[in-house]
T-cell receptor
Framework: SQQGEEDPQALSIQEGENATMNCSYK?????LQWYRQNSGRGLVHLIL?????REKHSGRLRVTLDTSKKSSSLLITASRAADTASYFC???????????FGAGTRLFVKA | DAGVIQSPRHEVTEMGQEVTLRCKPI?????LFWYRQTMMRGLELLIY????????DSGMPEDRFSAKMPNASFSTLKIQPSEPRDSAVYFC?????????????FGPGTRLTVT
């Protein structure tokens, strides 16, 4: 399979709560990226973390990367109803420009 | 910039017909990617180009699929003949990784239905 794995597959939380999504990948990476997809739309890039970084922040987003475990997590703090979407991790592999997307986590934030 | 442009946005066709999907990448981007998204298989990379040259087409499902990039501002994905199992959303994306621009910019997608 060309996909990485993400968990949970779906997550339902109340507005104001934090949402954590996890991602695992299979090969050596140059960087790992997270994307968001609203229903019926294309994917939108959120944040990129390089292989030599362990944590990165952008607004309400926090991404961690553990290359020894080939895993990453995305934390959305103080979630809003507008955060309802699917979230995908994408590993950008070394030795080429092939980007492998995970299966995605569907996040539903209840107002 | 208008972003990545795809056409048509929706396509309904009958089995056996030829389908052509079109993409205009962001000006200046030198990598272009074609993806297919379905509920069952998720987001799959079909093929990608660098400077108009196909680099990796290992994701193209079979010979019925072909992709071209005749110039830096235009690419097509063709399915001939189309089959119902080709029904999916097809996305085009572009990026500039040679200059550190690893993030991909996606078009709105073409929803293909083959009956």
């Amino acid at each position: 399979s060309q996909q990485g794995e993400e968990d949970p597959q779906a997550l339902s939380i109340q507005e104001g709560e934090n949402a954590t999504m996890n991602c695992s990948y299979k090969t050596s990476i140059n960087n790992l990226q997270w994307y968001r997809q609203n229903s019926g739309r294309g994917l939108v890039h959120l944040i990129l973390i390089r292989s030599n970084e362990r944590e990165k922040h952008s607004g309400r987003l926090r991404v961690t990367l553990d290359t020894s475990k080939k895993s990453s997590s995305l934390l959305i703090t103080a979630s809003r109803a507008a955060d309802t979407a699917s979230y995908f991790c994408a590993s950008f592999n070394t030795g080429g420009f092939k980007t492998i997307f995970g299966a995605g986590t569907r996040l539903f934030v209840k107002a | 910039d208008a972003g990545v442009i795809q056409s048509p946005r929706h396509e309904v066709t009958e089995m056996g017909q030829e389908v052509t999907l079109r993409c205009k990448p962001i000006s200046g981007h030198d990598y272009l990617f074609w993806y297919r998204q379905t509920m069952m298989r998720g987001l799959e990379l079909l093929i990608y180009f660098n400077n108009n040259v196909p680099i990796d087409d290992s994701g193209m499902p079979e010979d019925r699929f072909s992709a071209k990039m005749p110039n830096a501002s235009f690419s097509t994905l063709k399915i001939q003949p189309s089959e119902p199992r080709d029904s999916a959303v097809y996305f085009c994306a572009s990026s500039l990784p040679d200059r550190g621009g690893y993030e991909q910019y996606f078009g709105p997608g073409t929803r293909l239905t083959v009956t």
